[in-house]
């Protein structure tokens, strides 16, 4: 049971996070909408369900098929849409192809291969981001930098997955500033996906940005940001 003062402090957060979007937004001096993502791993649903039907929040993401799989009926059903934000497995596609307003984290041609015949078989069109590990980290997951044009060209047959846009995870920076190298180099990975307007998708999304950075990556050209810990307060993981 979410207790009054539980509630108070989720809303002065969503709604401090909302403010704190739309004041990048000003500096960045753009008129492109910035779409805030609710990152819900190891939140109860209660607390995602409260934010949704009584603040607002319209867009949630999970990292793990099983909790994916375990919150989305309950927070669609609240009224809004579930991303997969996390590295998806393949044997994990079933749980979430089909079912995620956008999974993020595309990665592999062996990934999209295996979504795409997935998707077909359900009958669906599914929308992906490409994640590009763009700190060329070896213990990240992502399409390395060199390789964004060939792994574009390479799922490009596929019929049942549309690739509308680019995800990345800057690596752990010490300053705040330090992380507008990446997102700059992020920025232009998306103009040159833009450039190519692939499947007529229109506004491509470009998602990164986290509760440690996402105002600079708006300043950067981010249109989605992945906002958890500054919502919901720390992990408490297990």
Same mark, same amino acid.
């Given at each position: 049971m979410l207790t009054p003062e539980r509630k108070n402090e989720l809303r002065d957060n969503y709604l401090r996070v909302l403010e704190n979007i739309e004041?990048? &937004?000003?500096? &960045? %001096? !753009?008129?492109?909408?910035? !779409?805030?993502?609710?990152?819900? @791993?190891?939140? /109860?649903?209660?607390?995602v369900c409260y934010l949704v039907r009584e603040c607002g929040l319209r867009l949630c993401g999970e990292n793990h098929a099983q909790e994916f799989a375990a919150k989305i009926d309950a927070v669609t059903a609240a009224g809004? &849409?579930?991303?997969?934000? %996390?590295?998806?497995? !393949?044997?994990?596609? &079933?749980?979430?192809?089909?079912?995620? %307003?956008?999974?993020?984290?595309? $990665?592999s041609v062996h990934l999209a291969a295996e979504l795409d015949s997935r998707c077909r078989k359900l009958g669906v069109t599914q929308d992906i981001l490409v994640e590009i590990n763009i700190g060329e980290e070896e213990a990240k997951t992502g399409v390395d930098p060199d390789r964004f044009d060939d792994f574009?060209?390479?799922?490009? /047959?596929?019929?049942?997955?549309?690739?509308? %846009?680019?995800? !990345?995870?800057?690596?752990?920076?010490? @300053?705040?500033? $330090?992380?507008?190298? *990446?997102f700059r180099k992020s920025y232009q990975f *998306?103009?040159?996906?833009?450039? @190519?307007?692939?499947?007529n998708i229109g506004e491509p999304v470009l998602s990164m940005g986290m509760? $440690?950075?996402?105002e600079c990556a708006i300043e950067e050209g981010a249109t989605l940001v992945r906002v958890g810990s500054a919502i919901f307060g720390a992990r408490h993981y297990q």
């Open positions: 004041a990048a &937004r000003a500096r &960045r %001096g !753009t008129g492109v909408p910035v !779409t805030l993502l609710a990152a819900t @791993k190891t939140v /109860p649903e209660e607390e809004a &849409r579930m991303d997969f934000i %996390g590295h998806l497995q !393949t044997n994990k596609v &079933r749980v979430v192809a089909g079912r995620a %307003g956008l999974i993020h984290s595309v $990665d574009l060209a390479e799922i490009e /047959p596929f019929s049942a997955i549309r690739p509308v %846009g680019i995800m !990345t995870m800057a690596p752990k920076c010490e @300053k705040l500033e $330090d992380f507008r190298a *990446y *998306y103009l040159d996906f833009s450039a @190519k307007k692939l499947h509760s $440690d950075s996402y």
